[in-house]
């Protein structure tokens, strides 16, 4: 039996709304069907071989729905979720970059002994002498000299176990110099006491390393007085601020070095060199 004719500029004869047809023809839905309410205006009518979802789709993007739901956004829903991520920066990006701003402006405003027609330029030697004393070679060369006039195996324990940890200071702190590759802050002056090619980078402070580890090692292994022992600390504390000083470092280059050195520490305690496996590679020497 034909499907009927929809008749009148509505399309209505008696039935629900259009939807699709048949042979050129428009079907009707039965009247006992509710109207979906997201479902096109019965004005929409589909010719033959259309497809229904296809036309929801279309029907969904009118001007009128879209113009509700722009009303709906402003009105207090946000964003869809894959929106926002797009919309917005990363937040660790962001706090990045404000970190390092942060530590350039203060590197460059603690840099008073720069030069000597800085701020504090007449203390400029006196933090080249706090420099020198938290140079590696100094250190290697002074517990070199150590271990060989040490009459017990007990110091000599101890002073091989310190220079094995200034080498693997060394060799640490050149690693990840040469991955990070951190150019000096520009107010450097290139005149420090013996550096190397990776000594052009900044990124960690090798005299903060050597100051925390070697401050760590001295208070542990070392008998000392009271007064002493607060010396060992300020020595360890002023040697990191005069790389800022002296505009040789960041901040966060000698906080990070701080913080490497007082886990090397915990390397060489793992790697201890014990007094009985001392003796035996001395006895293998004689």
Known sequence: MPSPKAKGPAGRSGGSPVLGGSNGRYDFMSL?????RSSPPPLLLQRQG?????????ASESPTRRRGSSSSTGSGQGLPEEDGIRLNPSFLRVALSSLLAIDLWMSKRLGVCAC??????????????????????????GTGYCLYKSDSAAGQEVMLNLLMGLLLDLVLVGV??????????????????ATFSVDRYSFPSGHAT????CGRFLLAHLVLAAPLRVLVFLWAGLVGLSRVLLGRHNVTDVMFGFWMGYCQYNLVEM????LQALQGMLGMEV
């Open 32 to 36: 006992t069907k509710p109207l979906n």
């Open 50 to 58: 259309s497809d229904p979802t296809t036309a929801r789709l279309r």
């Open 116 to 141: 000597e027609d800085s701020s504090w330029g007449s203390v400029r030697p006196l933090m080249k002498l706090i420099e020198v004393s938290g140079h590696g070679i100094p250190w290697l060369l």
């Open 176 to 193: 990840v110099k040469a991955v990070v590759r951190r150019r000096r802050p520009a107010h450097n002056r290139m005149d420090m006491f």
């Open 210 to 213: 050597r100051a925390a580890m």
């Open 271 to 274: 790697m201890w060199l014990s």
